[in-house]
């Protein structure tokens, strides 16, 4: 059985971890240069996402050929060498699953578009005329025409990644062909991107996700014995309050866990400049906390990934407090309740970039976005792209100052943080974070325990864990500081100043007392 509540998961982004060789591209081989740096750092698995074989349209998530790992980053053999390497170090590694669509260059689509009557013709989904309105999440319709064969294929996402049609027996057995080859290859789990899409009813004028077979979809997917030792996290931006137990529940035997977004889908329109507050975060947040529990579930705790923006410049100050807010973050992925998922280079306090140049961006999203509002001036479109696109995550670790060769423009700010610098700091974040991890594996109040909203006001958030004797208090100040009236007991043993003041709270102060 899974021990889902041990995991400190650590995302990583192949391409722009760690390049062994110089060619610009990080790699399997960099990812296991820096086994020792991820150990001391305490996590204990890895989420790797996609580096199949791919044409790279959406970096990786337009898989081209799900069984073999791109030559760029090292090929199959570099990867069964990593997960080697990994497992002697006592590090699990799940990897993506992206069985919502194929790249356009996947051979079954290719075949598929060859005519009407090809035996992968029914492996999309293709109409004579759309059926229904629906949008690409990357901007346009999510139909495109095939000029040879005169009908539409849905395509959710860029046009070169077209849906797989998952009501085709055949479609699922192929999925869990690919899950079963990775299982044996000795992978501990998997990720399931935008997993809540697979199943679809074509005439729901509000989108293309958690159709009426979803959930038997996931339980034929994952309900099997074959996947019954396997962490499994899907990516369900459907999954709320009144169906997450569905997605979770152990009995079910569907997924592990699911990442949700509600606490990160604070603004109305995503590419905009405006900042949430962050008591709105911590306000969402310990809703899905009580939800949760209440469920008898366990969520994911996380605040970065290769899709969002950096939370320091998000939801903190990234200048004159960058390590309080680095830390304070830190705080609430892995002191809630919950599985944490922390994102490369957010153990150092990395930040958003500034690049006005188009060049310097590589994301699809990105792009089109860019490409399509040009009746909004230049200057506000960069600073849209600037604070929340999806490059600010996918740019190279700074592992030293010095700026080396990339497939995409480098950290904006490489000199002032990088991994070499923050090390020798005199306060580096990385060291907080090593404490916070350390926290969570001693303390079975944090990792196992249950979860009270002690205060959340314009000033501060509070919260309490417990588990049997054991229990903590977590405070987090917000900008400004906060006045408590009434003190907390118990002592500190953790804190991201130098002093604590009991009912007085400095600017995004984390106190952790026991």
Known sequence: MIQAENFIFYQIYPKSFCDSNGDGIGDLAGIQSKIGYLKDLGINAIWLTPCYESPNVDNGYDVANYRKISEEVGGNAAFEKLLHALHENGIKLIVDLVANHTSDQHAWFLEA??????????????????????????????????????????????????????????????????????????????RCDVLDQISKDLHDPNGNGNGPMLHPYIRELFGRNATENIFTVGECWAATADNVKLFCDKDRKELTTVF???????????????????????????????????????????????????????????????????????????????????????????????????????????????????????????????????????????????????????????????????????????????DLITLRKTNKAISHGTFTLLNLTDEYYAFQREYGEEKITVLCAFERGARIENAYGGAAILNNYSDYAPQELKPYQLIVLK
Request: with cysteine; net charge neutral; aromatic share 14%.
């Open 113 to 190: 578009k060859k005519s009407k009557d090809n035996p992968y013709r029914n492996y999309y989904i293709w109409r004579e005329t759309p059926p229904n309105d629906w949008q690409s999440l990357f901007g346009g319709s999510a139909w495109e025409y095939d000029e040879r064969t005169k009908e539409y294929y849905l395509h959710s996402y860029a046009v070169e990644q077209p849906d797989l049609n998952w009501e085709n027996p055949a479609v699922r057995q192929e999925i869990q062909n690919i899950v079963d080859y990775w299982i044996k290859k000795g992978v501990d789990g998997f």
């Open 260 to 434: 949700t977004f509600q606490h990160l889908c604070l603004s109305k329109n995503k590419f905009t400049t405006k900042k949430p507050s962050l008591k709105d975060l911590c306000k969402k947040m310990a809703s899905w906390q009580q939800v949760t529990q209440e469920a008898g579930v366990y969520n994911t705790s996380f605040l970065e990934n290769h899709d969002q923006p950096r939370s320091v410049s998000r939801f903190g100050n990234d200048t004159s407090y960058r390590y309080e807010s680095a830390t304070l973050l830190g705080g609430l992925t892995l002191l809630q309740r919950g599985i944490p998922f922390l994102f490369q280079g957010q153990e150092i306090g990395i930040t958003n970039s500034r690049h006005d140049a188009l060049e310097a961006f590589n994301d699809v999203e990105t792009l089109n976005y860019f490409k399509t509002n040009d009746n909004l001036p230049e200057a506000e479109r960069f600073a849209n792209i600037n604070a929340v696109g999806r490059d600010n995550a996918r740019r190279p670790i700074p592992w030293t100052a010095k700026t080396e060769k990339s497939w995409i423009a480098p950290y904006a700010r490489s000199e002032e943080i990088n991994v070499e610098k923050d090390l020798r700091a005199e306060k580096p974040v990385f060291a907080f974070y090593r």
